[in-house]
């Protein structure tokens, strides 16, 4: 009988095979892909909702109620995600997309660091940490200053929000439009670093399995869409990926 370890290099000897395949790829990526840089996680033993509530800090209401302590929360993670720098996973993707005629790279992480990696097109589907947006005009602007001066307002002096979605909003319309069009479209799918807990970037992975896509989950530890991926590669994304861009 094989091995476990067997059963992995089995794995991802498939895994290299179908990204070399591949013609378009859909890559969906969560807070496990900003681990290895030290960004933290959400839902990992140390992540953030481990330590705060969400209810407090990540939806409008807890906006609404008290401004300034979301603010601080979001200066906090601000100063460290400007430390951070990207990891051998978010470089291998940027070179993935160079090599794949088609490669659509959906990201819930609002660090932006796949784009410092060189990635292009970025779907934020879950906003920016470096983006405000003005709560009474709409505006949206960037700003990387670290700690940012609190309260921080608009040129029409409504109060500034961070321009992330949070918990009961809806995701940009067509950023989101775009990263399902992508899912449905591809014919390989790769789930790096989710806990795929969360919608409704969660059903990606089944859209494109519904479409014909093979599916393939990157992670430390099994998730809800374990169970019906094409093959799970348990391992730290920044040791993985590279490796499917190695010769099988
Ligand atoms: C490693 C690793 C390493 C670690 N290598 N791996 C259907 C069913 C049930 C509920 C809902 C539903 N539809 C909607 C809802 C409600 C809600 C929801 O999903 N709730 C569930 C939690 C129950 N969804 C919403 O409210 C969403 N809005 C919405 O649906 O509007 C309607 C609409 C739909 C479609 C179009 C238009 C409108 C909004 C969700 C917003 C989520 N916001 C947050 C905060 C963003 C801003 C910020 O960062 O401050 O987004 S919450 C947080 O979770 C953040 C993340 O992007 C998101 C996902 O987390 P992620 O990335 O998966 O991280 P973790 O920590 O959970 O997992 C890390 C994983 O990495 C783990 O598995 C580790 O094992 C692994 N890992 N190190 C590889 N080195
Ligand atoms: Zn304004």
Same mark, same amino acid.
């Given at each position: 009988?094989?091995?476990?370890?067997?059963?992995?290099? &089995?794995?991802? #000897?498939?895994?290299?095979?179908?990204?070399?395949?591949?013609?378009?790829?859909?890559? &969906?990526?969560?807070?496990?892909?900003?681990?290895?840089?030290?960004?933290?996680?959400? $839902?990992?033993?140390?992540?953030?909702?481990?330590?705060?509530?969400? #209810?407090?800090?990540?939806?409008?209401?807890?906006?609404?109620?008290?401004?300034?302590?979301?603010?601080?929360?979001?200066?906090? $993670?601000?100063?460290?995600?400007?430390?951070?720098?990207?990891?051998?996973?978010?470089?291998?993707?940027?070179?993935? +997309?160079?090599?794949?005629?088609?490669?659509?790279?959906?990201? +819930?992480?609002?660090?932006?660091?796949?784009?410092?990696?060189?990635?292009?097109?970025?779907?934020?589907?879950?906003?920016?940490?470096?983006?405000? $947006?003005?709560? #009474?005009?709409?505006?949206?602007?960037?700003? $990387?200053?670290?700690?940012?001066?609190? &309260?921080?307002?608009?040129?029409?002096?409504? *109060?500034?929000?961070?321009?992330?979605?949070?918990?009961?909003?809806?995701?940009?319309?067509?950023?989101? +439009?775009?990263?399902?069009?992508?899912?449905?479209?591809?014919?390989?799918?790769?789930?790096?670093?989710?806990?795929?807990?969360?919608?409704?970037?969660?059903? *990606?992975?089944?859209?494109?399995?519904?479409?014909?896509?093979?599916?393939? #989950?990157?992670?430390?530890?099994?998730?809800?869409?374990?169970?019906?991926?094409?093959?799970?590669?348990?391992?730290?994304?920044?040791?993985?990926?590279?490796?499917?861009?190695?010769?099988?």
């Amino acid at each position: 009988m094989a091995s476990l370890p067997d059963v992995m290099e &089995l794995c991802l #000897e498939k895994a290299r095979d179908w990204v070399q395949k591949a013609s378009s790829i859909a890559v &969906l990526t969560g807070a496990g892909v900003s681990a290895e840089s030290g960004v933290p996680t959400f $839902r990992d033993a140390a992540g953030l909702w481990n330590q705060f509530r969400p #209810e407090d800090l990540a939806t409008p209401e807890a906006f609404a109620r008290n401004p300034k302590t979301v603010w601080e929360w979001y200066n906090w $993670r601000r100063s460290i995600i400007d430390q951070a720098r990207p990891n051998a996973a978010h470089f291998a993707l940027a070179e993935l +997309q160079q090599r794949v005629s088609r490669l659509t790279l959906i990201t +819930q992480n609002v660090d932006g660091l796949h784009q410092e990696a060189g990635s292009q097109r970025v779907l934020e589907i879950h906003g920016s940490i470096w983006r405000l $947006r003005c709560t #009474e005009c709409g505006r949206v602007w960037i700003d $990387r200053s670290v700690p940012l001066k609190l &309260l921080p307002k608009c040129a029409c002096s409504g *109060l500034a929000r961070p321009d992330v979605v949070w918990f009961g909003e809806s995701l940009p319309h067509d950023v989101w +439009q775009t990263a399902e069009v992508a899912a449905s479209n591809c014919d390989l799918f790769l789930a790096v670093g989710t806990s795929a807990v969360v919608y409704p970037a969660a059903g *990606l992975a089944k859209t494109a399995k519904r479409s014909g896509a093979k599916t393939i #989950e990157i992670n430390l530890e099994p998730t809800p869409i374990s169970g019906f991926v094409d093959c799970t590669i348990k391992g730290p994304a920044a040791e993985i990926v590279p490796k499917l861009l190695t010769a099988a």
